[in-house]
């Protein structure tokens, strides 16, 4: 039934394939040599399963999208005093690479544009720019859950075109915000930016800061809660450079964009997303990727003011009430993310029984895309020669107007369903 979720990422990225507005980067020589029509679509969810659409296979360099994983190793190594001493959590309004610094502090504004992403590296402990990068690679990689490497040629084209960040490192330097030398700092920024990820490690890594810095798939944990609830804050208010207000306007969830063409997102506590497309937008930001974001975020209900009480929304129990009959209780909110849990969860027990009866009696609210998932949920079971019956009295997933559509599998007590159970399992 993974595929009904699948069906949703395929749609949704097919509707932006014709789109073809924007540039390549073309700032950095290297970038402007890609195929501008990859488009990778990922969705991680808070156990780790992933989905792909499109080019999800293609690597392409971390850039900017590198700045919010380093600011948190930053606060992970010497603690959130010492990195606010370096580095604000105020929106700049100005471009991310502008040559600024606060006017009274004369520290970055935040960590998601170039002066404070520069300041973060330079608070990474290290012997050298070698050591300092072999930590955040090492960071970077256990939130993918895979070895990340440098693209080398990219990095040579950040390092041999790079003198407006030359000109913010040294700037820091004056202020007394980099206490190391301004050139090894930039090398090691320029590597870090240059790191290269596909649209699945990103959305690996987004899911392990939706998780709270623990990695679903691997299971170590790369950071602590705190750090990563700072994290989210600046990605929420600061993420997406002077776009941010429109973006969690409509999408509402912390993300990071990067002129490489990718835009990774986090919804916490529940899964976590990667893009990957390289024109952009006048502001840096991916074109095809804002837009997919948007509608995955509108069509399945992902933005995080919207499910406050998602966290409630999971199964109640599961339960065999004769051979062959399985029932599924869910209570709470039923968003997205529960009805994905609950597709998977019957589909991984199907070899268990003959029917799945869904009780939703429960549930307090459900949007467009879990009643969709849900409704769908029977004919992926009659291919597999089960059944699925839904105890519905409310009309959360069927509404009344459509309940003659649906007479034979829908019931208003869980007591009838399981008798119809029975009966078909008799037959």
Partial sequence: MAELVQHYLDRIRAEQIELRDGALASYIPELSTVDPESFGLSLSTSDGYVYESGDTAVEFTIQSISKPFTYALALELIGQDAVDAKIGVEPSGEAFNEISVDNVTKTPKNAMINAGAIAAVSLVPGAGADDRFDRILE??????????????????????????????AYMLASFGVLDDDPDEVLDVYFRQCSVRVTSTDLARMATTLARGGCNPMTGRRVSGAKVVRRTLSVMVTCGMYDATGDWVSAVGMPAKSGVGGGIVAVLPGQLGIGVYSPRLDARGNSVRGVEVCRNLSSQLGLHFLSVTRESSSTLRAVFEVSPGVRVYEVHGDLLFAG??????????????????????????DINDAARAMLTGMRANLA???????????????????????????????????????RQWGAS
């Fill in 383 to 421: 291919a597999a020669g089960k059944e699925a019956y839904l105890v519905d009295p409310d009309g959360r997933v069927v509404p009344a107007d459509r309940r003659h559509e649906y007479d034979a599998i829908v019931f208003c007590t869980l007591e009838e369903a399981v008798e119809a159970a």
């Fill in 339 to 364: 009805a994905e849990q609950v597709l998977r969860t019957a589909e991984r027990d199907r070899d268990s029984y003959d029917v799945a009866v869904l009780d939703v009696t429960r549930v307090d």
């Fill in 139 to 168: 960071f970077y990689s256990a939130c993918a859950g895979r070895r990340l490497h440098v693209d080398m040629d990219v990095y040579g084209s950040e390092k041999a075109t790079g003198n407006r960040n030359r000109a913010i």
